[in-house]
T-cell receptor, first 115, second 114 residues
């Protein structure tokens, strides 16, 4: 089945630094990928839709200059959290649709802790 | 986006069937009903989806009301590994796109007792 690999699974960074999270579709091509953020005991919140070869579409309230998304190939989308602060600490999850006849496949998530 | 309503939590005993309800009274004709589940500290996992007819797969069954305003996810024999948060989500297929975004609600926390 469709597999989405997300890396790293966890990262700790200092306040003010930037962190890049990768999302790869391993056995299919994904023209569209989605990035979510999840705080403890809360549901997933869609941040943006990543489109291969074009600009990402951000959800209302999500700062595009802070959360940089690059989807340069059909198998890789990256999310860069720039100038990270403790309030950016969260669980970040990506997803893609490998087969329209089935559901979406999600990465295993990245736990970001900003200290 | 059309919204879904689910109970906050449900409990079941191991090896018993579980019926997880979902209301979606504002569903449109192009909305697919998707179900996902999420274990702690993991990304969500696809369970099942359907449009109008009931659906079965190796994980579960999906029963869709005739008016499509509600649906029920059925786990035929719950196991401890089925303990998770279950999300019922409507995915729009408007315009024929197969990549409509998923908007998650709060989901139902399923507890399975041994």
């Amino acid at each position: 089945g469709a597999v989405v690999s997300q890396h790293p699974s966890w990262v700790i960074c200092k306040s003010g630094t930037s962190v890049k999270i990768e999302c790869r579709s391993l056995d299919f091509q994904a023209t569209t990928m989605f990035w979510y953020r999840q705080f403890p005991k809360k549901s997933l919140m869609l941040m943006a839709t990543s489109n291969e070869g074009s600009k990402a579409t951000y959800e209302q309230g999500v700062e595009k200059d802070k959360f940089l998304i690059n989807h340069a190939s059909l198998t890789l989308s990256t999310l860069t959290v720039t100038s990270a602060h403790p309030e950016d600490s969260s669980f970040y999850i990506c997803s893609a649709n490998g087969d329209p006849n089935y559901g979406y496949t999600f990465g295993s998530g990245t736990r970001l802790t900003v200290v | 986006d059309a919204k879904t309503t689910q109970p906050n939590s449900m409990e079941s005993n191991e090896e018993e069937p579980v019926h997880l309800p979902c209301n979606h009274s504002t569903i449109s004709g192009t909305d697919y009903i998707h179900w996902y589940r999420q274990l702690p500290s993991q990304g969500p996992e696809y369970v099942i989806h359907g449009l109008t007819s009931n659906v079965n797969n190796r994980m579960a069954s999906l029963a869709i009301a005739e008016d499509r305003k509600s649906s029920t996810l059925i786990l035929h024999r719950a196991t401890l590994r089925d303990a998770a948060v279950y999300y019922c989500i409507l995915r729009s297929n408007a315009g024929g796109t197969s990549y409509g975004k998923l908007t998650f609600g709060q989901g139902t926390i399923l507890t399975v007792h041994p």
